[in-house]
């Protein structure tokens, strides 16, 4: 058994409660190797910000779950070693079983996030429930779902969007107990959220796609005031990183991500933590890309993924700036 507080972990209780009281969102960046994790640590200690270091299953296979461990360990050193100490949370996105979610308590998670949104309501309940009860024995927090969002992301799939009903959400947090709540708004997972056929075109000629249901979430809010709420899927994808990808032999399809000013003012709400994946895929792949295109003769590792870092670093210092309000907040 290993405890997040031993690898200087924080759990998001607090950071949450911050959060809603100052009107912003923690950013939870997913990472799975050692370049993702640097342009993580460097642009939320440079913008002084908070950061949930994000983690999904298939991450966790892919980066090694002992590797993983100490990468967090080394985020929260490094960032010491940049000269500023934020609260850095370890999290598992989309754990989809009891066992997997007691696997990372175990193993140094500050927080995980059961994703029984697939099931029935009352076997979603009952899971959700059962990794409460063993996470709060540690003092690791817990993320439900109330919802289902489409898309794809790593092993999570769906077809199609089924919208929180706020009916449910105070019945489903008294029973589970647990400490945040993802809802289905109208956010998707993966880089094709929206095809310019499902946007319509505003004043200045640029491709707008369904706003998401604040609606839905003001009636959350009523329901359950003051509770922490998780937006997924809320990459903005962003045109120049695709023109660049497909410019230098990328193949991506037309597709819209979400409105950075719709997620602004989420982060307003009580929505207190905003997964954002896609965005730092297409940031890695376009830099990658550009410079094996421009630079046929090169494989050293370092000089394509050092530019890959270093745009993906811009990047989030951008999100934690402009978009999620996080910055100033560590």
């Known amino acids: 058994m290993v405890s997040y507080k031993e690898l200087g972990l924080v759990n998001s209780r607090e950071l949450f409660k911050k959060a809603m009281e100052g009107g912003y969102a923690i950013p939870a960046f997913n990472f799975n190797n050692m370049e993702q994790m640097q342009a993580i640590i460097s642009a939320c200690v440079e913008t002084r910000s908070p950061v949930i270091l994000q983690v999904s299953s298939g991450a966790r296979r892919y980066a090694n779950q002992t590797l993983l461990r100490y990468m967090a360990q080394g985020a929260v050193q490094y960032a010491k070693e940049l000269g500023y100490e934020i609260p850095i949370v370890l999290h598992l996105d989309h754990g989809d079983t009891f066992e997997l979610c007691k696997d990372c308590i175990n193993t140094g998670f500050s927080s995980v996030m059961i994703d029984g949104s697939h099931l029935p309501y009352e076997e979603n309940v009952a899971l959700t429930k059962k990794v409460v009860e063993y996470a709060h024995q540690y003092?690791?927090?817990?993320?439900?779902e109330l919802g289902i969002l489409a898309g794809i992301e790593d092993d999570v799939v769906a077809e199609s969007h089924t919208y929180t009903e706020p009916d449910e959400?105070?019945?489903f947090v008294t029973r589970t107990g647990v400490d945040s709540l993802a809802i289905s708004i109208g956010t998707s997972h993966g880089a094709f959220k929206f095809t310019p056929e499902q946007c319509t075109r505003n004043e200045e000629g640029v491709l707008v796609p369904p706003p998401l249901r604040f609606d839905i979430l003001e009636e959350i809010e009523e329901r359950i005031p003051g509770f922490p709420i998780v937006l997924h899927g809320s990459s903005s994808v962003p045109q120049e990183y695709v023109e660049i990808i497909n410019k230098y032999g990328?193949?991506?399809?037309?597709s819209i991500g979400i409105p950075e000013d719709q997620l602004?003012?989420?982060a307003q709400s009580a929505v207190c933590k905003i997964n954002i994946d896609s965005d730092g895929r297409l940031a890695m792949t376009a830099a990658v890309r550009e410079v094996l295109a421009t630079q046929p003769a090169e494989f050293d590792p370092?000089?394509?993924?050092?530019?890959?870092?270093?745009?993906?670093?811009?990047?989030?210092?951008?999100k934690t700036k402009n978009v999620l309000g996080s910055a100033g907040k560590a």
């Open 139 to 144: 003092d690791v927090t817990v993320e439900g």
């Open 169 to 171: 959400v105070v019945d």
């Open 250 to 254: 990328g193949k991506l399809k037309d």
């Open 264 to 266: 602004r003012k989420a």
């Open 302 to 318: 370092r000089k394509y993924m050092g530019p890959a870092r270093e745009e993906l670093k811009k990047l989030y210092m951008h």
